[in-house]
């Protein structure tokens, strides 16, 4: 095909999509809808960055996920808890492609369709994930695992031959600090204590921009003193970033929530303040009254 005509092409394809978006009753959102949206790129106009509904997940006949609707605001610090089998880790597993429903929406904003994704992709549109045992590099040291999570994230291939702009710098310097090993930057990720080591992932994760954090249990062994500091952290990444948070620690719960989402038998059992839910009744029985 000569240059004039993949030219002309364009400019039809183009034309169509406009159309197309201008002939909706919503003005172009409904034909925006299930498209893919290149990274960085996230309509959350509609005052929602994660969005599930009905989602249904069955393993060999059993329901681990049935029926589960919730969506989550921009910049929000969501709290799950729920019993063991609940459905928390395959929710997780949904949003980030590594699980496919059998049915239901998951939408990344209100144009990205996150079953029309797979694990990397979703990866890239920005949705970091931190599982609960930590995955740092320990034959590297702390500035050497977060060069290297950006490294990975822009997917660079001669990473001899890599070095950090300005910008990239000022950024590891800036998430150093937030995760409070700014005085480590030099030590080796094995002679992290398990706290430092979860903070490092969290950092690895956040060198890549994530517009919502899935945190897996993450003060899971932690002393006191990393907890505190970790509620502190988190308290301080919302609002830039979107977190979801599964644990069992209560009082590290009441510490960061605002709202938190109880899931039982796959679907939302109660959602609320934390008083709220500690009051219902089915909480209780299901969960907290263990
Ligand atoms: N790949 C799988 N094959 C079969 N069953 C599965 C699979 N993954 C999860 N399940 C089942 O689905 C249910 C939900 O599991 P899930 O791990 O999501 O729960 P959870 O809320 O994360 O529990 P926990 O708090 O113990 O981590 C459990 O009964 C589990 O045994």
New binding site residues.
């Given amino acids: 095909m000569t240059p004039d005509l993949m030219e002309e092409g364009t400019r039809r394809m183009q034309a169509v999509a406009v159309k197309a978006a201008q002939d909706t009753e919503s003005g172009g959102r409904k034909a925006g809808y299930s498209r893919i949206a290149t990274p960085g790129e996230v309509d959350t106009t509609h005052g929602r960055i994660l969005y599930l509904e009905d989602v249904h997940v069955s393993?060999?006949g059993?329901k681990?996920i049935n029926g589960l609707n919730l969506d989550i605001a921009p910049g929000e610090l969501r709290c799950i808890i729920?019993p063991?089998?609940?459905?928390?880790?395959?929710m997780m597993d949904i949003i980030t492609g590594k699980t496919r429903p059998d049915s239901g929406t998951v939408f990344f904003g209100s144009t990205i369709d996150l079953l029309r994704h797979n694990e990397p992709q979703i990866a890239q549109l920005g949705i970091g994930r931190k599982f609960q045992k930590p995955t740092v590099f320990e034959q590297l040291t702390v500035f050497e695992n977060l060069e290297l999570a950006l490294k990975t994230h822009k997917g660079v291939k001669h990473s001899m031959f890599f070095r950090l702009d300005s910008t990239q710098s000022d950024r590891l310097a800036e998430v150093l600090h937030t995760i409070h090993l700014a005085g480590s930057v030099h030590r080796m990720a094995g002679e992290l204590s398990h706290g430092q080591k979860q903070w490092l992932e969290i950092g690895m994760l956040l060198m890549q921009d994530p517009k919502l954090l899935l945190l897996d249990e993450p003060v899971a062994g932690m002393t006191d003193d990393e907890t505190a500091r970790t509620a502190e952290l988190f308290l301080r990444l919302k609002g830039q970033h979107s977190l979801m948070v599964v644990e069992h620690d209560m009082s590290f719960i009441a510490t960061i929530s605002e709202k938190v989402t109880v899931?039982c038998d796959g679907s939302v059992l109660a959602e609320g303040t934390l008083a709220q839910v500690q009051a219902d009744e089915r909480v209780i029985e299901v969960y907290l009254g263990r």
């Fill in positions: 393993f060999d059993f681990a729920g063991n089998g609940a459905g928390k880790t395959t899931l």
